[in-house]
């Protein structure tokens, strides 16, 4: 028995902590992805890694090993996109598993409103026995929106849809009665407050053709009621993506109008109105 606890021990010295396998993947497992890999908003992605020359402590008969780790995952401004990840390996080993190596994976989805760029998965792996910790940082790029550049509330890419789903506006916009108007947009620039909160609203009307006693037009049409969109997401959310349809009888004469969209920061104190022409025929 002496002897045997002695060769565990002389056994258990290894060569410099290091990452033997770092890697990404679609799911659980999978095939390893390529570094020209893009997630999209919305993905769900998993990271793997495999670590070598940790240090092994004897235990009676057997060995020990003892390795903790550490995953942040951070957008391309080091904003976390989710909470960091901690996690730790004590597996108890026979001087036959003399090739068995510490591994963990990580799921992470990257968020609905997630910018387009290059985002790291920071990593950190201590051994505990060796007292050693080693760390990198392995990127994945994300194809998604541009994100807004930081000031003026307002909206961005306001645009009238020929149908539903389009992802480009009319130019000029021109709907045929009977028909349906679609309408999509982005509200931009609103206050963050703690926890990431945010709230805003919005709201559509329908001006006139401009008159002498009316320079912007009659409102001929106004939502009762604000589409209000808020809430306390753990990534902060940059953009709120708007849309509405109106609904247009033969009845309704033809003629030019235009819409008026107006979206309030209800945490900002602001409300501003934009304004988009369009036709009935």
């Known amino acids: 028995m002496i002897a045997l606890v002695t060769a565990l021990a ?14 990404l993947h679609q799911y659980e497992d999978g095939p390893i992805l390529a570094s020209t890999y893009e997630y999209l908003a919305g993905d769900v992605g998993w990271f ?8 092994r402590e004897a235990r009676d008969e057997e060995q020990g090993a003892r390795v903790s780790w550490e995953v942040r995952i951070t957008d391309p401004a080091g904003v976390l996109i989710e909470p960091p990840r901690m996690g730790s390996i004590n597996e108890m080993l026979r001087v036959q598993d003399k090739d068995w190596v510490p591994k963990f994976s990580v799921m992470f989805i990257v968020p609905s ?28 790029h994300v194809r998604g929106e541009e994100l807004p550049p930081a000031g003026q509330f307002g909206v961005r890419n306001l645009r009238l849809l020929a149908k539903e789903g389009d ?23 609103y206050k ?34 604000a589409r209000e969109e808020g809430g306390t997401p753990f990534y902060p959310q ?11 009888n033969a009845e309704v004469p033809a003629g030019k109008y235009t819409l008026v969209l107006t979206v309030r920061d209800k945490l900002g104190g602001e409300e501003r109105e934009f304004r988009e022409p369009f036709e009935l025929r």
């Open 192 to 225: 963050l407050a703690a926890s990431n909160k945010y709230s805003v609203d919005y709201r559509l009307a329908i001006a006139g053709a401009p008159t002498e006693q009316e320079p912007k037009g009659a409102i001929l049409y106004a939502q009762p009621e």
């Open 167 to 189: 992802r480009f506006g009319m130019n000029p916009a021109v709907y045929q009665r009977p028909g349906t108007l679609f309408a999509q947009f982005d509200i931009v620039g």
């Open 113 to 140: 409103f997630a910018p387009r760029g290059d985002y790291k998965i920071a990593v950190s792996v201590k051994d505990e026995i060796a007292n050693a910790t080693i760390m990198t940082e392995t990127p994945f």
């Open 48 to 55: 793997s890694a495999r670590i070598s020359g940790y240090q």
């Open 238 to 248: 940059r953009w709120v993506p708007g849309g509405f349809s109106l609904n247009f």
């Open 10 to 23: 002389t056994a258990a010295p290894a060569a410099d902590l290091a990452f033997q396998r770092l890697a």
